[in-house]
T-cell receptor, first 114, second 111 residues
Framework: DVKVTQSSRYLVKRTGEKVFLECVQD?????MFWYRQDPGLGLRLIYF???????EKGDIPEGYSVSREKKERFSLILESASTNQTSMYLC?????????????FGPGTRLTVT | DAKTTQPTSMDCAEGRAANLPCNHS???????VYWYRQIHSQGPQYIIH???NNETNEMASLIITEDRKSSTLILPHATLRDTAVYYC????????????FGKGTRLSVIA
């Protein structure tokens, strides 16, 4: 089974802290993604990466950065956490899509910024 | 913005078929229809996808209209564990385009 793991299930941070959310996949997938999910707004794409050291902005990249130094690992960084970044963060991975395409999601990290 | 329209919520009796509709009237010829679902407090899970033919797997069936402007996901014998938010997504056949999620349909299976 494909496994996408996220470093924490729940996280509480203070305003202004630098926050790292880590995601690791074990299927040698080229693509990795970070989404956030908020009530009434659904899942929104923050950043994605289709190769090591490559990144693309999603729909809501402001306030976030990412790092992909190894193929299996994709990190989401909140440089200075703010309360409006309190959310559920979901990581996903996939092969490069041709024909059949499936994104595999991790369990999510519920981040609370106080 | 999502390119699909789904009802906000639906109820289904346990053991009955759940039929979840989706409109995608602007779908283009190289785009697939994907269905995912998200059970509470979990990440989304792939269910099925199709281009123009009907598809069936161990989880569900997908019926796509001949003009491809709408589709229906069918869970043949819904159980309480099928209670989830179901997302219908349109995506190009190839390339690295990420999935774009809309609001989905909240399906409640009732005992």
């Amino acid at each position: 089974d494909v496994k996408v793991t996220q470093s924490s299930r729940y996280l509480v941070k203070r305003t202004g802290e630098k926050v790292f959310l880590e995601c690791v996949q074990d299927m040698d997938h080229e693509n990795m993604f970070w989404y956030r999910q908020d009530p009434g707004l659904g899942l929104r794409l923050i950043y994605f990466s289709y190769d090591v050291k490559m990144k693309e902005k999603g729909d809501i990249p402001e306030g976030y950065s990412v790092s992909r130094e190894k193929k299996e690992r994709f990190s989401l960084i909140l440089e200075s956490a703010s309360t409006n970044q309190t959310s559920m963060y979901l990581c996903a991975s996939s092969f490069i899509g041709t024909g059949s395409y499936e994104q595999y999601f991790g369990p999510g990290t519920r981040l609370t910024v106080t | 913005d999502a390119k699909t329209t789904q009802p906000t919520s639906m109820d289904c009796a346990e053991g009955r078929a759940a039929n979840l509709p989706c409109n995608h009237s602007t779908i283009s010829g190289n785009e697939y229809v994907y269905w995912y679902r998200q059970i509470h407090s979990q990440g989304p899970q792939y269910i099925i996808h199709g281009l123009k033919n009907n598809e069936t797997n161990e989880m569900a069936s997908l019926i796509i209209t001949e003009d491809r402007k709408s589709s229906t996901l069918i869970l043949p014998h819904a159980t309480l564990r099928d209670t989830a938010v179901y997302y219908c997504i349109v995506r190009p056949r190839s390339g690295n385009t990420p999935l774009v999620f809309g609001k989905g349909t909240r399906l409640s299976v009732i005992a």
